[in-house]
């Protein structure tokens, strides 16, 4: 009996050394050095494009929608904006709407439009938006009413309008007319018709006045056809407004940009070579304007966006025609522009860009593949833009 104990014992030990030894054996494809950076790997950086239709024509009841604008709020939700032009394509003084809608996946979803002031009738209509966010976290839409830029007189202007969302586009304040802003009284008896350009405004983030409120605006010489581009600004959240010396003449719709040494850089909207001017004290004077000859395109509506410290993007149409909307690529502080990428090669007009929290852009642009504009989001990074350059 103790005979076969001890056999019994001598196996079951046996056993236990071979499990053990088969616990302890290293496998070299599966090993944990504890004393390595266990730090997962960065996920790769892969180009990606990405696009979706957001209006055609006859959507929502309207025979057409023009006018991109689009922003990123601080928590990541987006907002794109544009003319509901009810009845025909036309500009003011038909009966326009404008409309938002959001989203908060970096627009692969999109939330029903909302409406943010709604034209009743032809000289009744509102259109042009423009976007800025506030340091106070409220969103700041401006745009014109009323009669036509061309048809505006001082009896009966074309006026501009301030509306603010706190609540991140779902709801929208009553409109708020600031047109003495920009023309009609005696320091500026000359014009008669004034419309701020549609896209982005700009909030500076440094500086002396480090959370001003600027916003690009054509204004119409009296009696005339011909345009000068002025900056109104605010400092007080968009309370009040200031009008800038002349920023450029013989302008039209620009944007605006603050550049690394913290300079305003203005590019404006013409016929040939685009224009541009600087600003040295936050956008309240102006230096002497020149134009980019590498940037010799169609009379256009189109964004600028900081990509990041060394690169400044330029969405334009590519073309002395309204066609191929495309990126410009500037990696010199504006002084001049390269590279550019065609986002649609074809029919297309205006387009705005914002910065998504992932450092991709997103694009909010007008195609007309078949005549009358249909908007599009498109969701573009870096390596796809670096994919694309010429």
């Known amino acids: 009996m103790i005979h076969k104990i001890s056999i019994l014992k001598f196996q079951l030990s046996t056993i236990l050394l071979a499990l053990l030894a088969i616990a302890c054996h290293k496998d070299p494809t599966n090993v944990v050095d504890s004393s390595a950076d266990t730090t997962p790997e960065p ?16 959507d929502y009841g309207s ?45 692969r979803t999109w939330s029903q439009p909302v409406t943010i002031v709604q034209g009743t009738g032809v000289g009744h209509g509102y259109g042009d938006p423009a976007l800025v966010t506030t340091y106070d976290g409220a969103v700041l839409c401006l745009f014109a009413g009323g009669n036509g830029y061309f048809q505006s007189t001082a009896s009966n202007p074309i006026s501009v309008y301030a509306v603010r969302s706190t609540d991140n586009g779902r709801n929208w304040s009553s409109p708020v007319n600031i047109t003495s802003a920009l023309w009609g009284d005696a320091s500026l008896g000359n014009y008669e018709a004034a419309f701020v350009a549609s896209g982005n405004g700009l909030r500076l983030t440094r500086g002396n006045h480090a959370g001003r409120l600027l916003f690009a605006a054509a204004v119409r010489r009296k009696n005339s056809t011909v345009s000068d581009n002025f ?8 309370q009040s407004w200031h009008r800038s010396a002349m920023a450029f003449e013989g302008g039209d719709e620009a944007k605006l940009l603050q550049l690394n040494d913290g300079r305003i850089l203005i590019s404006v909207r ?32 189109g964004e600028l966006l900081r990509l990041n410290d060394s690169t400044i993007l330029h969405s334009i149409t590519n073309s002395m025609q309204r066609e191929n909307v495309s990126i410009f690529f500037s990696t010199d502080e504006g002084a001049s522009w390269h590279s550019p990428v065609t986002l649609y090669a074809g029919p297309s007009v205006y387009s705005s860009m914002t910065l998504l929290p992932d450092s991709s852009v997103g694009a909010y642009v007008e195609l007309n593949p078949d005549g009358p504009c249909e908007l599009w989001y498109m969701n573009f990074n870096r390596k796809w833009l670096e994919s694309r350059q010429k």
Do not use: H
Not at 89 to 94: H, K, M, S, T, V
Not at 232 to 238: A, E, F, K, M, V
Not at 272 to 293: F, H, I, K, L, M
């Open 43 to 58: 996920v790769v950086d892969t180009a990606f494009f990405y696009q979706q239709r957001l209006y055609a024509p006859g």
């Open 270 to 301: 013409r016929s040939g070579a685009r224009g541009y001017n600087t600003s040295v004290d936050d956008g309240e004077t102006w230096g002497t304007q020149g134009t980019w000859p590498e940037m010799t395109v169609n009379a256009c509506n």
């Open 231 to 238: 900056v109104i600004y605010s400092d007080d959240n968009g």
């Open 63 to 107: 025979t057409n929608y023009r006018i991109p604008a689009i922003i990123c709020l601080d928590d990541g939700t987006l907002l794109a904006v544009n003319d509901k032009r009810k009845f025909n394509e036309g500009d003011l003084p038909q009966d326009i709407d404008i409309l938002c809608r959001r989203s908060a996946d970096g627009g």
